[in-house]
């Protein structure tokens, strides 16, 4: 039987990479749609569609037919292990062989840290269910630099809260080629991947990496944790999810540097993308 994917959470950074890597094979899959207008836009785009919502489980009883792979993805919430659990359920009681899912790094150690807490129940949810599963734990995602293009490009600075982390921070278009060889490959099943670029990097590393870029000075100050704090607290950040980024970057902060794994070069066989040539790519966020 061929092997038909269905991706959940398809639209977000990570989940739209993990689509144009199916949609460049002669894969079969679906990607499962929240909105109608979301649907007709990824159908125009020569992207299948199913429409359902988890949590609003009527919605998603028909979408898991014919389905053998699933890859798990939805943006953070406060009820993010509610969803996991029932869709991994769900999936199980139709009939679905493996799922693929995406957790984070850090519920290597979630004790404290509200997300990665659920993270790290969710992926014994899997564990348990029976099917065959493959964990996905990337680090911090390089992209997250896009959060400062305005002030880099406005004022050639950028600020962030992190003391002397050396953090090993991967491109999100690296995670998308891993999840792609984990749901098409049945090797890797049954084991869990810690994600990472090539080396691990401080903010200052990354404000020399745009000054080369940019052929300007690019300028980096270290903030104190009540200022980034106050920071996400203007942007509009929830206070679970507030919590939760504050103690984990206080946790890099006081840990320094943080090795990076080769688990990316074990399931693809090739090298991880460096910051150097992420900043290049998107070298219009910043000019």
């Not at 790094?105 to 949810?125: I, V, W």
């Not at 080629?177 to 691990?200: C, E, I, M, Y």
């Not at 840990?255 to 990316?264: L, Q, S």
Request: negative net charge.
């Amino acid at each position: 039987m061929k092997n038909k994917i269905l991706v959940i959470g398809g639209t977000g950074m990570v989940g739209s990479n993990v689509v144009a890597e199916l949609k460049n094979s002669d894969e079969d899959y679906v990607v499962l749609s929240r909105k109608k207008e979301k649907a007709e836009e990824l159908e125009a785009a020569g992207i299948p569609t199913v429409i359902g919502s988890l949590g609003e489980w009527d919605t998603v009883k028909h979408v898991f037919e014919g389905i053998n792979t699933v890859f798990l993805l939805s943006s953070p919430a406060e009820n993010m292990l509610d969803l996991h659990k029932g869709a991994i359920d769900m999936a199980k009681n139709n009939g679905v062989k493996k799922i693929v899912r995406l957790s984070a790094e850090p519920s290597n150690y979630p004790e404290g840290l509200y997300m990665y807490e659920q993270h790290a129940a969710a992926d014994e949810h899997l564990k348990q269910s029976g099917m065959e599963y493959v964990i996905l734990k990337p680090h911090y995602f390089m992209q997250n630099i896009a959060m400062h293009a305005e002030y880099i490009k406005s004022n050639s600075m950028f600020a962030q809260y992190s003391g002397d982390a050396k953090i090993p921070m991967i491109d999100v278009r690296d995670i998308a080629k891993a999840a792609f060889q984990a749901l098409t490959r049945n090797d890797f099943n049954n084991q869990t991947f810690v994600l990472t670029g090539p080396k691990s990097i401080s903010y200052k590393d990354i404000s020399k990496n745009f000054t080369d870029a940019l052929g300007r000075d690019i300028n980096y100050m270290d903030i104190s944790y009540e200022d980034q704090e106050a920071g996400f607290k203007a942007y509009g950040m929830q206070e679970w999810q507030l919590s939760t980024v504050m103690r984990l970057f206080k946790k890099w902060a006081e840990e320094g540097a943080i090795e990076p794994t080769n688990d990316f070069e074990k399931l693809t066989n090739t090298k991880a993308t460096n910051m150097e040539k992420c900043i290049l790519d998107h070298i219009q966020l910043f000019n």
